[in-house]
């Protein structure tokens, strides 16, 4: 039995309800919704569900990791930034010294302060009604009693295997060994349906909710990252750890055909969304043919991505200003180098995939919880603090080694970000929580399923669920494999280049979105991403 051929594919119905969890993995919306009947607010549910996914989709975030979030709470709105800085003492020379075309994206060179723990104790302290330690109950719960794995998790479980053997095998080198020691079992990743139990993950998940987190930045879990980094000659301390706190931000935004669009701000590529819907807000999308609708969106990408590449990086070393990147004067100008009937030669840019996991949350009482969390790629950078269950992100693979570069490699110093969580606000009234995960697909993702719900009052199921492209360089265009074929052969005549992917790569490869959705009677309506393990949790 091939538990991936889904050649007829099933319909979802959007789902309804006056609290509700959306999250990339059936488990983990369960446990959302467990505590919201415990008494828990959205933020509370946002958090379990968030925690329980480090444990049942290992493979896309961690202990490890950065979280970002955009919160509705008692209709006033905040966001989080919860990445990490890289560690003080990166011999900036011994690393140009190497001569690597780009930052090496596994081993301890790449690994940046993890975040994740820290988001979780700071929201629930400022928004939750129970303790942290209640909150992440259902996750404990999971790594010491077992779950069983989805089919999303056992395959990216497989892939990530093969990628971490091979970089060991190459590099021959011991602090990769105890990735497998965590994540594997006599040897091999667990199959689809497989009971797997974590119980160092659960020791770890305890002592985070009896410390509010402190002990992961500034006790028992600080000094063993630092002996590990001491011993194998890695750059992250304690001090790195210690000096560490989340920070909350003031969300950036544009007006698209009168709905608010809300992301992050830099570090974050989230401003990317917001310059190309700038762009394409000088055309009517409705009145275009469906070739010229994806077409113009497809430029409008390539032109907000170009200059995101090349101005997005810490907030405090960028030298061009948001304002700037935002301006509708702009847009204008931009949307004037779009050509219908031919593709723009963009500034050539190499995209890398990323996993991560993405979830929404809203509660009875009107809150509404936008939620992202990666360790960047798969478990990270291979790197797994012994005994503990903590896979270290490798999100200082995104720094550049450019020295002209805004995003050149720094001490202490946030790389660009791709981890992008999004709100919409419609008569300044909170109107969706939505995000697509998946590295550089994200914004693409975002710019995609906003125009869906906006431009054609798709609603938010079909709005997953309508096949995606996207642009992975150059004119390099990648469509679903069920997209349509005249759409195919239109994106070709304008000289896109353009290729499907497989049914087995598009699992997952198009980014995986939730979205949820408030209607003026106060009920929640809710989509989930058909391309992973998604599910929706109500009551």
Known sequence: MDFYDNTYLSKRNVVFGKNIVSTSNILASQAGIDILKKGGNAVDAAIAAAAALTVVEPTSNGLGGDAFAIINFKNNLYAINGSG????????????????????????????????????????????????????????????????????????????????????????????????????????????????????????????????????????????????????????????????????????????????????????????????????????????????SVHYKIEALKLAFTDTKKYVADIYSMRTSIDEMLSKEYAEQRALLINKNKALEPVSHIFSSGDTVYLAAADSYGNMVSYIQSNYSAFGSGIVIPETGIALQNRGANFSLDSNSDNFIAPHKKPYHTIIPAFICKDSKPYAALGVMGAFMQPQGHLQVISNLIDYDLNPQASLDKPRWQWVGEKNIELEYNFDDTLFSGLSSLGHNVSKKSHITNFGYFGRGQIILKNDNDVYFAGCDGRTDSAIAVY
């Open 85 to 292: 800085f890289s560690p003080k003492n990166l011999d900036i020379n011994k690393i140009l010294s190497f001569n690597f075309d780009k930052m090496p994206a596994y081993g301890l060179l790449p690994i940046t302060v993890g975040g994740v723990p820290a988001v979780w104790a700071v929201l629930i302290k400022k928004f939750g009604k129970l303790k942290l330690i209640d909150v992440l109950e259902p996750a404990i719960r999971y790594a010491y009693e077992g779950y069983a794995v989805q089919p999303q998790a056992a395959l990216d479980w497989k892939e990530s295997y093969n990628v971490y053997l091979k970089e060991s095998d190459n590099l021959k080198k011991e602090e990769f060994k105890y990735w497998f020691d965590t994540f594997t079992f006599n040897g091999k990743t667990p199959k689809l349906g497989e009971i797997v139990r974590l119980p160092y993950h659960a020791k770890t998940l305890q002592d985070i909710g009896n410390t509010n987190s402190e002990c992961i930045y500034r006790g028992e879990y600080a000094e063993k990252i630092d002996a590990f980094m001491k011993k194998y000659g890695g750059y992250l301390s304690k001090e790195d750890l210690n000096d560490y706190y989340s920070e909350f931000v003031i969300p950036i935004k544009t007006n698209y055909r009168g709905y608010d669009i809300y992301e992050i701000p830099p570090n974050g590529h989230g401003i990317a969304v917001l310059m190309a819907l700038n762009i394409l807000s000088n055309f009517d999308l409705k009145n275009l043919t469906p070739l010229e």
